[in-house]
């Protein structure tokens, strides 16, 4: 079936490899991104994808970002939580805006999009939602207390929003990734790179492809008995 897709953070990374994922799989996919618009209209003139623009971490945005795409392009079955932000420091260094910027990006950001799409997904009885959680947010990271916060935070409230779901038709999974090669992890000091890779059985990063095919299965017509579950993909890092 023709389904729309929307990602959030979907214009690099993992956010691109699921929209790429999603496509493939015959889903009509938008992306959202928030800065950087050449990024953004160069991955929409390369894919073929179209782009929209808001901050996941404004409600009223949000509310704005989604009735814009049901404009353009219909109604949103399948969403994808992508979008976060990391602004890593001990605690005992932490600033209140390096704690407040990720709570509300990571973890506000999927409250707000799924509270602009749920009652659309009620009424038509159909919906898919993945949430991006994250290994440190199950096994915690040293200098990560706003982002474990946040990650583990996600995988709490998947479960929660699941059991609301449930009976209208709507599944709701989080995903949590390991350390996979982005930008973001291209940053890491190659002496902290060389740690994780240790760290991981499988001794290497996942690759975003790897990601995003486990976002395509768990929004899949097919995988509707699956709801409240977190899925790990991250070589073994960390077992639940």
Known sequence: MDRVALVTGGVTGIGAATCAALTNAGRRVVANYF??????????????????????ADFDACHRGV???TRA???IDILVNNAGVTRDATLHKMTKEQWRSVIEV?????????????EAMRERRFGRIVNVSSVN??????????????????VGFTKALALEGAARG???????????????VAAV?????????AAAPVGRLAQPPEIARGVAFLTSDEAGFITGATLSINGGRYMQ
Not at 106 to 118: K, P, Q, T
Not at 170 to 184: E, H, K, R
């Open 35 to 56: 800065g950087g618009e050449d990024e953004a209209n160069a991955f929409s003139a390369r894919t073929g994808t179209p782009v929209f623009q808001w901050d996941v």
């Open 67 to 69: 009735a814009e795409v």
């Open 73 to 75: 392009v219909g109604p």
């Open 106 to 118: 990571d973890l506000g950001g999927c409250f707000n999009m799924c509270r602009a799409v749920i």
């Open 137 to 154: 947010g199950l096994a915690g990271q040293f200098g990560q207390t706003n982002y474990a916060a946040a990650k583990a935070g996600i």
């Open 170 to 184: 709507i599944t709701v999974n989080a995903i949590a990734p390991g350390y996979t090669d982005t930008a973001l």
């Open 189 to 197: 000091p190659p002496d902290i790179l060389k740690e994780i890779l």
